[in-house]
């Protein structure tokens, strides 16, 4: 509910602080007294798109503020939250003009954005005209105005749920499919060197052992020799052999000595250990330097291969083994995937036929609403003098969607006999604004989250037909706020609370105010929408009546 409107500075009121209440809240005055700036300025601190220049003359800035309250649950709350701005049973939106256009929005004392005020707007306030700002006139809303009379949520879910499964069963086959031929224009690649690798078969360290051996053979022809002839000399016929010959004469010698000989003797046994020892390690180096030149030449064939293969595939050669697997597996999926094509195939056939099944099953109910929609408009034109016309819901095959396939309009023909149009191009100022009114009447359940706000909605129309607007409008506000702005005594007789909109001049400065009024104000200003500027008895006996109808 908006509770109240304060406005500072803007055009040519300079300051105006109203009070709302809910139920049916009437604003009346003259023509030009500033009704439509009032509206002007709730649409400035909402976000709205209007009049560039806004600010007072004479004044640096112009500012609205507007506080709603909002009841749990309300979809304001969830706005809030996805801005990340405070929320709670009060909303404070205050918006400000400077006088080089720069404009300022807060919204509980937090800087925001323009797009988060429309958003926001879009839950708190719904505006009715003759040109229908409410969106009653845009074919594109039909349809959920439709489902929203027929209260078929269950239906709805189901369809959308039939949808996203339908959505994501061809989103799977089409990147399946996808992959298969990216896959497919690789098999023979994929094959082959599958193959290629399975063959050679490397191993992880495989290529720094190989290449270890190439080095060590390749060395040893030109060491071999070297480490023979070393042999020899630790031998007999070298060192081995002199030490032992030396050992002999000391041994013979060692009895004449008196023991000085037994320390020399007793290393050079030592030595000829160590000799020994050696001699054993230079033959055995000698073994592991004979090899088969064969070896040489399939241990270099099997390295340039393994070297070869990685280069091929741009990886390094320790990591061969991982490159086969993964190629394995994509040769895998190749041979798998025109099975899991099948199967996908299968999966949107059904998601097809679920999805087919719960659209018609929701275009039954539609076209079911349609009538009941259909009836309660026929019962609502009646006392509105559109007696005569006939308010059609149209039902067409459309374009599927997540809300069905159907595609929904609302059209009039204002005659018998005459052609059904859209409400805009067949009605007249005057009907178009009681066709409105009937259709937000019967589409009204769940709007008491909304203020609806109607600027001279009954413009054309004046007696019983003005009465019939009013008592449309007075129902409509019943359990919800509405805010009506109008020329029409029997509308302003309807209403809760009266407000008049008057303009006055001082030091020849223009300003409008708004003044909530009394029981005996409200006479008087009805009286004088019935006689015009000078009020007479008569009139008030008029408003009188018109007030306890």
């Given at each position: ?5 304060d406005?500072r500075?803007?055009?040519?009121i ?11 809240n009437v604003?009346?005055g ?5 009704k439509?700036?009032?509206?002007d ?6 976000g709205?798109?209007?009049r560039?220049?806004l600010v007072?003359k004479g ?8 506080v ?15 801005a ?10 205050r ?19 323009g ?12 505006l ?5 700002d ?5 074919e594109r809303g ?6 929203a ?7 709805l ?6 949808w ?16 298969l ?5 690789e098999?023979?690649f ?35 020799a ?6 020899q000399a ?6 081995e ?11 013979g010698a ?27 390690g230079?033959?055995e ?7 088969d030149p064969?070896?040489l030449?399939?241990?270099?064939e ?7 293969l990685?280069?091929?595939?741009g ?9 086969a697997a993964d190629?394995r ?17 299968a999966?949107?056939?059904q998601a ?16 079911a ?16 003098k559109?007696?005569r016309?006939?308010?059609?819901t ?12 159907d595609?929904v309009a ?6 018998p006999?005459a052609p059904?149009g ?9 009907e ?8 937000k ?10 203020v609806?706000?109607f600027?001279?909605i ?7 037909t003005?009465?019939a607007v ?9 359990g919800?706020?509405?805010l ?9 007789a ?8 008057q303009?006055?001049?001082s ?19 009805i009286a ?18 018109l007030?306890?109808a």
């Amino acid at each position: 509910m908006l509770c109240s409107l304060d406005i500072r500075d803007m055009l040519i009121i300079e300051r105006l602080e109203l009070d709302f209440r809910n139920g049916l809240n009437v604003l009346t005055g003259e023509t030009g007294a500033g009704k439509s700036i009032m509206l002007d300025c709730l649409g400035f601190v909402l976000g709205w798109r209007g009049r560039a220049e806004l600010v007072r003359k004479g004044a640096d800035q112009g500012e609205v503020t507007a506080v709603f309250t909002l009841p749990a649950g309300h979809p304001a709350h969830a706005v809030l939250a996805e801005a990340g701005l405070p929320g709670g049973d009060e909303l404070i939106l205050r918006r400000v003009n400077a006088r080089d256009g720069r404009k300022t929005a807060f919204i509980n004392d937090r800087r925001a954005s323009g797009e988060v005020l429309r958003a926001l707007s879009d839950t708190l306030v719904e505006l009715h005209g003759q040109q229908d700002d409410g969106g009653l006139l845009n074919e594109r809303g039909h349809r959920a105005m439709l489902d929203a009379f027929a209260a078929h949520d269950d239906l709805l879910a189901a369809v959308r749920g039939a949808w996203s499964a339908k959505s994501r069963a061809a989103k799977a086959l089409a990147e399946a499919e996808a992959q298969l031929a990216a896959v497919k224009g690789e098999e023979e690649f994929l094959r082959h060197a599958v193959a290629e690798l399975d063959k050679l078969d490397p191993e992880p360290g495989e290529e720094a052992k190989l290449d270890a051996e190439r080095r060590l053979m390749q060395g040893a022809e030109r060491i071999r020799a070297d480490v023979a002839r070393g042999l020899q000399a630790l031998g007999m016929e070298g060192a081995e052999g002199l030490m032992r010959e030396a050992d002999r004469w000391l041994q013979g010698a060692a009895d004449k000595a008196e023991g000085r000989l037994e320390a020399p003797l007793a290393a050079l046994e030592r030595a000829l250990i160590e000799l020994g020892e050696a001699a054993q390690g230079v033959e055995e180096t000698l073994d592991a330097l004979s090899f088969d030149p064969r070896a040489l030449e399939a241990c270099e064939e099997r390295l340039f291969a393994i070297r070869g293969l990685a280069r091929k595939h741009g990886v390094l050669a320790d990591d061969l083994g991982g490159l086969a697997a993964d190629l394995r597996a994509r040769l895998a999926a190749l041979d798998a995937g025109e099975g899991r094509i099948g199967d996908l195939q299968a999966a949107v056939k059904q998601a097809d036929a679920d999805y087919s099944a719960a659209a018609k099953a929701l275009t039954a109910a539609r076209h079911a609403s349609a009538k009941r929609l259909d009836a309660a408009m026929a019962a609502e034109l009646a006392p509105l003098k559109l007696e005569r016309a006939v308010f059609e819901t149209q039902i067409r095959a459309g374009e599927a969607g997540p809300e069905g396939s159907d595609a929904v309009a609302f059209t009039v023909a204002t005659n018998p006999g005459a052609p059904a149009g859209a409400l805009n191009k067949i009605a007249s100022g005057g009907e178009l604004s009681r066709f409105l009114l009937a259709l937000k009447v019967v589409l009204s359940k769940g709007a008491d989250a909304l203020v609806m706000i109607f600027d001279e909605i009954d413009r054309g129309v004046g007696g019983a037909t003005a009465d019939a607007v009013g008592r449309r409008l007075a129902k409509l506000a019943e359990g919800a706020q509405v805010l009506v702005v109008t020329h029409s005594p029997q509308v302003a007789a309807r209403g809760g609370h009266h407000f008049r909109v008057q303009k006055s001049v001082s030091d020849g400065m223009t300003t409008s105010e708004v003044v909530a009024l009394s029981a005996d104000e409200r006479r008087d200003e009805i009286a004088r929408m019935i006689s015009g500027a000078e009020v007479t008895e008569a009139a008030r006996a008029a408003a009188d009546d018109l007030l306890k109808a």
